[in-house]
């Protein structure tokens, strides 16, 4: 890189906000070198799984107010130099700094450490610690991430050839099924897809190499009897019904072919026709209680990303009101959000061979916008999000068929301004879901929701907007003060034979916020009558109240 490029690097960083992958520091005179190795791990880290080709450390450059204040850091170009050395002896793989550029700015040196991003499947430790970053914090790479870096190069399962597996042990409904769907991925040679062998086909399809049965091959079109091929491995989908109370009524398992059990499995799901009555009109829309797309999408995004290394089954679990999906492995992508922001194809896969597969026989998509359409069409059928739960071992989604407040849904949709982002949590405080704070921060901007962390809730504006101001004044209640002067009267009146707490609690805790939970609600309570205490309008005297004389 020339000067110039440099100092338009350097300006570059200096215009965005520190991130995961860069880092600004003072560091006017020195800089702790165990400190410095585990931002080397983190920025290394974070740049792999941000899928960017390096992180940067800038020295000299304070880290809020992006001023210059210059550094003097291991002056001598020699020292400089040996800090490559340095670094390398302490990091997986030896790995050290890409560059270390010296920059003359405002008359002030700065140094721009360029940190390349680990490399696909191998995690950067420094001095035998893995590090990793929580927004601008460095913190302890966790184990989702680290599995994350680890599965970009682990053992494909899926494309491993099925020991002992013949074109026997292949579904010929299956495979005529397979066919069938790969003509309609492929129209521009349907006519030469009908000439093909079996043997040619499946090479072309991706579900053989070489003419060899893979597992993926016996996953969509293996015969039931095939998946003890699979062992130790399950290839097996459970349908699960279970009636309001959570007990299960009934239950169904699937085997291979899962390219024709997906049918059978979703064929069990009572997916009747769900009807409501819009606003101002008595003739009820019909939709059916689940969009078709919405549930094949969820049932083939657990067969196409189970850790099948685990040996667990898929289960779809069907309760009156909606539908549980979940599968073994951790998420690839860390979070939903990361899917509906970046909106881009998935980097790779822990089954590639078997995803490509079933890309060619049109039961997925790679090009990322799976997920997202699901949020879409529910949001479109006014019923609420998907909700996704993330686990080290296991992903699971549910999804709901019945419909959300109608109104709320309108004033959503009245207001143009609002992404799907935005969507996603105003559903999150209508199910009474945590929110990040940026995100509370911006639809308090815009009066949507009112409350504190852990406690939002649909705001004033929004709440006469949709005709809920009944409810809003259950979730806002009052402000100290009333409760402070209720209490006060109520020890006053009482005051010969003092108040108990448990008293105090009966006159307070119903006229408090219905949002809080029973904890919260007696938390309040002894804070305030510590608040009152400590003002000297009472005193506690043997576990009772009186007022201060």
């Given at each position: 890189?020339?000067?110039?490029?440099i100092?338009?690097?350097?300006?570059?960083?200096?215009?965005?906000s520190?991130?995961?992958?860069?880092?600004?520091?003072?560091?006017?005179?020195?800089?702790?070198?165990?400190?410095?190795?585990?931002?080397?791990?983190?920025?290394?880290?974070?740049?792999?799984?941000?899928?960017?080709?390096?992180?940067?450390?800038?020295?000299?450059?304070?880290?809020?107010?992006?001023?210059?204040?210059?550094?003097?850091?291991?002056n001598?170009?020699?020292?400089?130099?040996?800090?490559?050395h340095?670094?390398?002896?302490?990091?997986?793989?030896?790995?050290t700094?890409?560059?270390?550029?010296?920059?003359?700015?405002?008359?002030?040196?700065?140094?721009?450490?360029?940190?390349?991003?680990?490399?696909?499947?191998?995690?950067?430790?420094?001095?035998?610690h893995?590090?990793?970053?929580?927004?601008?914090?460095?913190?302890?790479?966790?184990?989702?991430?680290?599995?994350?870096?680890?599965?970009?190069?682990?053992?494909?399962?899926?494309?491993?050839?099925?020991?002992?597996?013949?074109?026997?042990?292949?579904?010929?409904?299956?495979?005529?099924?397979?066919?069938?769907?790969?003509?309609?991925?492929?129209?521009?040679?349907?006519?030469?897809?009908?000439?093909?062998?079996d043997?040619?086909?499946?090479?072309?399809?991706?579900?053989?190499?070489?003419?060899?049965?893979?597992?993926?091959?016996?996953?969509?079109?293996?015969?039931?009897?095939?998946?003890?091929?699979?062992?130790?491995a399950?290839?097996q989908?459970?349908w699960?019904?279970?009636?309001?109370?959570?007990?299960?009524?009934d239950?169904?398992?699937?085997?291979?072919?899962?390219?024709?059990?997906?049918?059978?499995?979703?064929?069990?799901?009572?997916?009747i026709?769900?009807?409501?009555?819009?606003?101002?009109?008595?003739?009820?829309?019909?939709?059916?209680?689940?969009?078709?797309?919405?549930?094949?999408?969820?049932?083939?995004n657990?067969?196409a990303?189970?850790?099948?290394?685990?040996?667990?089954?898929?289960?779809?679990?069907?309760?009156?009101?909606?539908?549980?999906?979940?599968n073994?492995?951790?998420?690839?992508?860390?979070?939903?959000?990361?899917?509906?922001?970046?909106?881009?194809?998935?980097?790779?896969?822990?089954?590639?061979?078997?995803?490509?597969?079933?890309?060619?026989?049109?039961?997925?998509?790679?090009?990322?916008?799976?997920?997202?359409?699901?949020?879409?069409?529910?949001?479109?059928?006014?019923?609420?999000?998907?909700?996704?739960?993330?686990t080290?071992?296991?992903?699971?989604?549910?999804?709901?068929?019945?419909?959300?407040?109608?109104?709320?849904?309108?004033?959503?949709?009245?207001?143009?301004?609002?992404?799907?982002?935005?969507?996603?949590?105003?559903?999150?405080?209508?199910?009474?879901?945590?929110?990040?704070?940026?995100?509370?921060?911006?639809?308090?901007?815009k009066?949507?929701?009112?409350?504190?962390?852990?406690?939002?809730?649909?705001?004033?504006?929004?709440?006469?907007?949709?005709?809920?101001?009944?409810?809003?004044?259950?979730?806002?209640?009052?402000?100290?003060?009333?409760?402070?002067?209720?209490?006060?009267?109520?020890?006053?009146?009482?005051?010969?034979?003092?108040?108990?707490?448990?008293?105090?609690?009966?006159?307070?805790?119903?006229?408090?916020?219905?949002?809080?939970?029973?904890?919260?609600?007696?938390?309040?309570?002894?804070?305030?009558?510590?608040?009152m205490?400590?003002?000297?309008?009472?005193?506690?005297?043997?576990?009772?109240?009186y007022?201060?004389?």
């Amino acid at each position: 890189m020339t000067i110039e490029d440099i100092r338009n690097k350097f300006e570059e960083l200096r215009s965005t906000s520190e991130n995961e992958t860069v880092e600004f520091k003072e560091a006017k005179e020195n800089f702790d070198f165990n400190t410095l190795g585990k931002y080397f791990s983190a920025l290394s880290n974070e740049a792999n799984l941000q899928g960017v080709r390096c992180g940067w450390l800038v020295f000299g450059v304070h880290d809020k107010k992006r001023g210059v204040v210059g550094t003097s850091y291991r002056n001598d170009p020699k020292k400089l130099q040996s800090l490559k050395h340095e670094i390398a002896q302490k990091t997986t793989g030896n790995l050290t700094f890409s560059n270390v550029f010296e920059l003359e700015v405002e008359g002030k040196r700065v140094l721009l450490f360029e940190i390349p991003a680990a490399p696909q499947g191998v995690p950067i430790a420094f001095d035998g610690h893995f590090y990793g970053r929580d927004g601008e914090s460095l913190v302890a790479l966790n184990l989702q991430e680290m599995e994350t870096i680890r599965n970009q190069r682990s053992f494909d399962w899926s494309a491993q050839v099925a020991e002992g597996a013949t074109m026997d042990d292949l579904d010929s409904e299956a495979l005529n099924k397979a066919r069938f769907e790969f003509r309609k991925k492929n129209p521009d040679i349907a006519d030469e897809i009908n000439h093909w062998s079996d043997a040619t086909f499946l090479n072309k399809a991706r579900l053989t190499v070489n003419g060899k049965i893979t597992n993926a091959a016996l996953i969509l079109l293996g015969t039931p009897e095939s998946a003890v091929r699979l062992m130790p491995a399950i290839a097996q989908m459970t349908w699960i019904l279970k009636d309001e109370d959570g007990i299960e009524v009934d239950y169904k398992h699937f085997y291979p072919p899962f390219l024709m059990s997906v049918d059978k499995l979703l064929s069990q799901i009572r997916n009747i026709t769900f009807r409501y009555l819009p606003d101002n009109t008595l003739f009820p829309d019909e939709v059916m209680k689940y969009d078709n797309y919405v549930i094949r999408e969820a049932l083939h995004n657990c067969i196409a990303h189970q850790d099948y290394s685990l040996s667990e089954r898929i289960n779809v679990v069907e309760t009156p009101d909606s539908l549980l999906f979940s599968n073994g492995g951790a998420f690839i992508p860390q979070t939903i959000e990361n899917v509906i922001e970046k909106d881009a194809p998935q980097r790779y896969y822990r089954n590639t061979f078997l995803c490509v597969a079933m890309v060619n026989l049109n039961m997925i998509d790679t090009i990322g916008s799976g997920i997202k359409r699901m949020f879409v069409c529910q949001r479109k059928r006014l019923f609420p999000l998907p909700d996704y739960t993330i686990t080290e071992k296991e992903v699971s989604v549910t999804i709901y068929g019945k419909v959300i407040n109608e109104k709320y849904v309108k004033l959503l949709k009245e207001d143009e301004n609002l992404t799907l982002a935005h969507i996603i949590a105003l559903d999150k405080v209508q199910k009474q879901q945590p929110i990040d704070a940026k995100m509370a921060k911006l639809l308090k901007s815009k009066t949507l929701i009112d409350g504190r962390k852990g406690n939002y809730f649909l705001s004033e504006t929004a709440s006469a907007q949709v005709g809920e101001m009944v409810e809003y004044v259950q979730n806002k209640a009052f402000n100290k003060k009333y409760y402070i002067d209720l209490s006060y009267e109520l020890i006053k009146k009482q005051n010969a034979k003092g108040t108990t707490r448990k008293e105090i609690d009966s006159l307070i805790i119903p006229k408090l916020s219905k949002i809080l939970n029973d904890d919260q609600k007696r938390n309040f309570v002894r804070n305030m009558l510590h608040q009152m205490v400590v003002e000297e309008m009472i005193v506690s005297k043997e576990r009772r109240y009186y007022l201060k004389t």
